[in-house]
């Protein structure tokens, strides 16, 4: 079966027929949420907590990723996993990172053989290319997940959730303390809806002043010494780049978001924590300081450059699904209008108005681009898994411009495609894209076209992009994927809107 | 890098043979250049080559292989009027044993301080099109620091303007080194501007938006330019011999200096 982008999806699998088409008809499902009725939950070890609970064959556990490649708490479960030896486990992270490589004896060993997430790189990611696991993959979006989960169609049998200071009842935070990582925002539907939820943390209080995790929904609380490395907590590039290409790009990205009439009183933006997306949100800084702009919001993962702004006035809100770095955690902690925000209300698309669909612009990557303007920010050209959408899709979907920033040249290879190895974000969510060589404007957005007409800036069709690419790098030989299915990549409303295949032997 | 030498509007670039190359690597960076200008096609830019001094043992084998259509301008480090003379006399040999369509232009370095005194003469050569003043290596033969306000170029500055002027050539500024400092580069390339300079050498491509913001036409220059050509056109078509723009008398080096300034933003799209 193929869905509406010609992409093979396998059996048992709702293909994708448009961003809109199955969102329109759908209504939210939500399962009851779950409750606990336990008092005494600081339980000694997680050992004990798996013979309590307990955690046997076939169970699904899930985590959050706000540790990121500081996370220690994934790998302690899996220790007890390998060391009970228990079979046929699924996990739900919602990102996989490189710290988390003990998984890739597990999944050998089929401990585990089914995983869901938003984003994974690494040696786990490396290994289910090379078509380890015994399941396909299920790579979700970043609203995808939360609706999966309160619908019931991800039932999560226990939730760990990493939290850097809880009491002893379960309400905790991520602003203090050694393992502070500020909002928690990707666990909130765990919380909520997991059938057991066992706080992990590294630092137990009497009290907390501000809990975004709730003790009504904690069964149990399990202090151990570290819950990850402080190092690997904070995002890895939190500094604007001094690439000339890349800051050539984000410079005529912030010229076309003002030539496109978006830089004016009540701006909502979004962008990553990527050198290239900070250089971004520089350029846009100023443009805002120069023309005294007041923004409404911006949101997304918060880095000091976004709490700087709304610290000078420029956006009046942060709403926060996780802080970047150690600058924004100590700006969620102090600053009121500094907000939390659960993955659901900032992207599931069955929600009544997730933030996403408030944002004017956002700024996003991509790791190809195809002449349809389709986005693959999962897989490299060669097939590999090396990322995901996380909140690709959902913003994409959401905001009234979006943008895709990159160089059109990179390592000899084109970023622009006739076809993208893998679908992450359908181009009808696309609008623009900006690469150091010009600029190409989806022509389904006639409406954008029109404003830029007699812009200076170098505005091409994406066709003669990839043209200019070709020029330089020639035309690659086309890559032919094995047929073995090795995961799928869900759009946010649950339907397929690409697989991913094993890397056949001359690739590897 | 080679490939994104055409991305970041500048007027011209420069592929650089000598300081920038090792002298183990100078035969492979002349094979690798000669083969990208080969393989890919600039739009609307300078293309100019640093040779290696042509006392060099490199020179004259650079020369044969890397003069061609594809470039524009020969850049000729040290010079004087003697090796820019001889310079001009190979390329004519070049030019016609090689059957090509282009005259190359050269861009003598003024870095000595034997150069900068015959300036004029340098200026002079047939196929010289910009003087460009070399402040490192002119400060070494100086005996002098290069400080932050250039106080120690001064003369030399003004000289190379002078003689750039002259001969109706560009007056190239020596470039700004320390490639962070966005502010200092600005600071420097305005008093280059100020003094005469009509351009500047980047050494790294994130200070070319400065140096093109400072050396272009600005918007308040442009209007002003408009209101003397309109006031001198209305001048004419009244018969009127003298008239004022914003309460100063306008005479003719005023107009023709709007008119240059106009012809400028024209060409670099301001208008």
């Given at each position: 079966m193929k869905n509406s982008l010609g992409r093979f999806v396998p059996e048992g699998f709702i293909p994708f027929k448009g961003a809109d088409t199955l969102i329109k008809n759908m209504k939210r499902v939500l399962v009851p949420e779950v409750t606990t009725r336990e008092t005494d939950k600081v339980i000694r070890t997680l050992s004990d907590l798996f013979d309590l609970i307990p955690i046997t064959d076939g169970m699904t556990?899930?985590?959050?990723?706000?540790?990121?490649?500081?996370?220690?708490?994934?790998?302690?479960?899996?220790?007890?996993?390998?060391?009970?030896?228990?079979?046929?486990?699924?996990?739900?992270?919602?990102?996989?990172?490189?710290?988390?490589?003990?998984?890739?004896?597990?999944?050998?060993?089929?401990?585990?053989?089914?995983i869901y997430t938003n984003y994974i790189n690494g040696p786990v990611a490396d290994c289910i290319t090379q078509g380890y696991l015994k399941y396909p993959l299920?790579?979700?979006?970043?609203?995808?997940?939360?609706?999966?989960?309160?619908?019931?169609?991800?039932?999560?049998?226990?939730?760990?959730?990493?939290?850097?200071?809880?009491?002893?009842?379960?309400?905790?935070?991520?602003?203090?303390e050694l393992s502070a990582c500020g909002a928690l925002g990707y666990a909130i539907s765990d919380l909520q809806y997991a059938k057991k939820k066992v706080v992990v943390t590294d630092h137990l209080v009497d009290h907390v002043s501000l809990a975004e995790i709730e003790e009504r929904y904690v069964d149990y609380i399990v202090k151990v010494n570290q819950i990850g490395d402080a190092k690997g907590i904070v995002s890895g590039t939190t500094k604007p780049t001094r690439d000339p290409v890349q800051l050539k790009i984000a410079k005529d990205t912030a010229q076309l978001i003002d030539e496109l009439g978006f830089i004016k009183d009540g701006l909502s933006f979004q962008t990553g924590a990527g050198g290239t997306s900070i250089a971004v949100a520089l350029e846009v800084q100023k443009r805002m300081t120069e023309k005294k702009i007041k923004g409404s919001f911006a949101s997304g993962g918060i880095t000091s450059f976004l709490v700087e702004m709304h610290e000078k006035g420029l956006f009046e809100k942060l709403y926060d699904v996780q802080c970047f770095d150690l600058d924004a955690v100590k700006s969620y902690k102090k600053n009121p209008k500094h907000l939390p925000m659960s993955a659901s209300e900032y992207g599931n698309p069955l929600e009544v108005n997730p933030i996403v669909n408030n944002l004017d612009v956002v700024i996003l990557g991509a790791t190809e681009i195809d002449t349809k303007f389709n986005v693959n920010v999962t897989t490299d050209s060669s097939g590999n898994l090396i990322g995901g959408s996380g909140g690709h899709s959902d913003t994409a979907y959401g905001a009234k411009l979006t943008i895709i920033t990159t160089n059109l040249v990179k390592s000899r290879t084109s970023m622009v495609k006739d076809s993208v190895t893998t679908i992450t974000t359908p181009g009808e969510s696309v609008d623009c894209l900006v690469t150091e060589r010009g600029i190409?404007?989806?022509?389904?957005?006639?409406?954008?076209?029109?404003?830029?007409?007699?812009s200076?800036?170098?505005?091409?069709?994406?066709?003669?992009?990839?043209?200019?690419?070709?020029?330089?790098?020639?035309?690659?030989?086309?890559?032919?994927?094995?047929?073995?299915?090795?995961?799928?990549?869900?759009?946010?409303?649950?339907?397929?809107?690409?697989?991913?295949?094993?890397?056949?032997?001359?690739?590897? | 890098m080679l490939q994104n030498a055409d991305i970041f509007q500048s007027d011209g670039v420069i592929f650089d043979l000598e300081d920038a190359v090792m002298l183990s690597e100078k035969d492979a960076a002349v094979h690798l250049l000669d083969n990208f200008l080969k393989s890919y096609a600039f739009e609307n830019l300078?293309?100019?080559?640093?040779?290696?001094?042509?006392?060099?043992?490199?020179?004259?084998?650079?020369?044969?292989?890397?003069?061609?259509?594809?470039?524009?301008?020969?850049?000729?480090?040290?010079?004087?009027?003697?090796?820019?003379?001889?310079?001009?006399?190979?390329?004519?040999?070049?030019?016609?044993s090689k059957k090509m369509n282009k005259k190359i232009?050269?861009?003598?370095?003024?870095?000595?301080?034997?150069?900068?005194?015959?300036?004029?003469?340098?200026?002079s050569v047939n196929r010289v099109n910009g003087l460009l003043l070399g402040g490192e290596d002119l400060s070494t033969d100086l005996?002098?620091?290069?400080?932050?306000?250039?106080?120690?170029?001064?003369?030399?500055?003004?000289?190379?303007?002078?003689?750039?002027?002259?001969?109706?050539?560009?007056?190239?500024?020596?470039?700004?080194?320390?490639t962070n400092d966005e502010e200092g580069l600005n600071k420097d390339?305005?008093?280059?501007?100020?003094?005469?300079?009509?351009?500047?050498?980047?050494?790294?491509?994130?200070q070319i938006d400065t140096v093109n913001t400072v050396f272009s036409p600005s918007i308040q220059e442009i209007e002003y330019a408009r209101k003397v050509v309109k006031a001198e056109a209305d001048a004419l078509s009244t018969g009127k011999g003298a008239f004022t723009v914003d309460g100063k008398m306008i005479d003719k080096p005023i107009i023709d200096r709007a008119k240059k300034l106009l012809d400028k933003a024209q060409r670099w799209g301001l208008l």
């Amino acid at each position: 079966m193929k869905n509406s982008l010609g992409r093979f999806v396998p059996e048992g699998f709702i293909p994708f027929k448009g961003a809109d088409t199955l969102i329109k008809n759908m209504k939210r499902v939500l399962v009851p949420e779950v409750t606990t009725r336990e008092t005494d939950k600081v339980i000694r070890t997680l050992s004990d907590l798996f013979d309590l609970i307990p955690i046997t064959d076939g169970m699904t556990l899930s985590f959050h990723h706000h540790l990121r490649n500081g996370d220690g708490v994934l790998n302690m479960v899996l220790s007890e996993i390998k060391k009970r030896k228990l079979k046929n486990m699924t996990l739900a992270p919602s990102a996989i990172f490189p710290i988390h490589g003990p998984l890739v004896e597990l999944i050998k060993n089929q401990n585990v053989t089914s995983i869901y997430t938003n984003y994974i790189n690494g040696p786990v990611a490396d290994c289910i290319t090379q078509g380890y696991l015994k399941y396909p993959l299920v790579m979700d979006t970043h609203g995808g997940r939360p609706r999966a989960i309160e619908s019931g169609e991800l039932k999560i049998d226990v939730a760990f959730i990493a939290v850097p200071t809880s009491d002893h009842l379960g309400n905790g935070n991520g602003i203090d303390e050694l393992s502070a990582c500020g909002a928690l925002g990707y666990a909130i539907s765990d919380l909520q809806y997991a059938k057991k939820k066992v706080v992990v943390t590294d630092h137990l209080v009497d009290h907390v002043s501000l809990a975004e995790i709730e003790e009504r929904y904690v069964d149990y609380i399990v202090k151990v010494n570290q819950i990850g490395d402080a190092k690997g907590i904070v995002s890895g590039t939190t500094k604007p780049t001094r690439d000339p290409v890349q800051l050539k790009i984000a410079k005529d990205t912030a010229q076309l978001i003002d030539e496109l009439g978006f830089i004016k009183d009540g701006l909502s933006f979004q962008t990553g924590a990527g050198g290239t997306s900070i250089a971004v949100a520089l350029e846009v800084q100023k443009r805002m300081t120069e023309k005294k702009i007041k923004g409404s919001f911006a949101s997304g993962g918060i880095t000091s450059f976004l709490v700087e702004m709304h610290e000078k006035g420029l956006f009046e809100k942060l709403y926060d699904v996780q802080c970047f770095d150690l600058d924004a955690v100590k700006s969620y902690k102090k600053n009121p209008k500094h907000l939390p925000m659960s993955a659901s209300e900032y992207g599931n698309p069955l929600e009544v108005n997730p933030i996403v669909n408030n944002l004017d612009v956002v700024i996003l990557g991509a790791t190809e681009i195809d002449t349809k303007f389709n986005v693959n920010v999962t897989t490299d050209s060669s097939g590999n898994l090396i990322g995901g959408s996380g909140g690709h899709s959902d913003t994409a979907y959401g905001a009234k411009l979006t943008i895709i920033t990159t160089n059109l040249v990179k390592s000899r290879t084109s970023m622009v495609k006739d076809s993208v190895t893998t679908i992450t974000t359908p181009g009808e969510s696309v609008d623009c894209l900006v690469t150091e060589r010009g600029i190409a404007i989806n022509p389904q957005r006639q409406d954008l076209l029109d404003r830029l007409k007699g812009s200076k800036l170098h505005l091409l069709t994406i066709e003669e992009l990839l043209a200019k690419a070709t020029e330089i790098t020639g035309v690659p030989t086309p890559l032919e994927p094995s047929n073995r299915v090795i995961g799928v990549v869900r759009y946010r409303d649950g339907s397929i809107i690409d697989t991913l295949y094993q890397k056949s032997e001359e690739q590897s | 890098m080679l490939q994104n030498a055409d991305i970041f509007q500048s007027d011209g670039v420069i592929f650089d043979l000598e300081d920038a190359v090792m002298l183990s690597e100078k035969d492979a960076a002349v094979h690798l250049l000669d083969n990208f200008l080969k393989s890919y096609a600039f739009e609307n830019l300078e293309i100019v080559i640093r040779i290696n001094q042509l006392d060099s043992e490199f020179s004259r084998v650079e020369l044969e292989q890397i003069v061609s259509d594809k470039i524009d301008t020969l850049m000729l480090p040290k010079a004087t009027a003697k090796n820019t003379n001889a310079l001009s006399k190979m390329l004519d040999k070049l030019e016609k044993s090689k059957k090509m369509n282009k005259k190359i232009g050269i861009i003598p370095i003024i870095e000595l301080a034997s150069s900068v005194l015959e300036a004029k003469e340098i200026a002079s050569v047939n196929r010289v099109n910009g003087l460009l003043l070399g402040g490192e290596d002119l400060s070494t033969d100086l005996e002098v620091e290069r400080t932050e306000d250039g106080l120690e170029l001064l003369l030399a500055r003004g000289l190379v303007v002078l003689a750039a002027k002259a001969y109706k050539l560009d007056a190239i500024d020596t470039p700004y080194t320390k490639t962070n400092d966005e502010e200092g580069l600005n600071k420097d390339s305005s008093y280059a501007k100020k003094i005469g300079m009509n351009a500047k050498v980047c050494i790294h491509p994130n200070q070319i938006d400065t140096v093109n913001t400072v050396f272009s036409p600005s918007i308040q220059e442009i209007e002003y330019a408009r209101k003397v050509v309109k006031a001198e056109a209305d001048a004419l078509s009244t018969g009127k011999g003298a008239f004022t723009v914003d309460g100063k008398m306008i005479d003719k080096p005023i107009i023709d200096r709007a008119k240059k300034l106009l012809d400028k933003a024209q060409r670099w799209g301001l208008l």
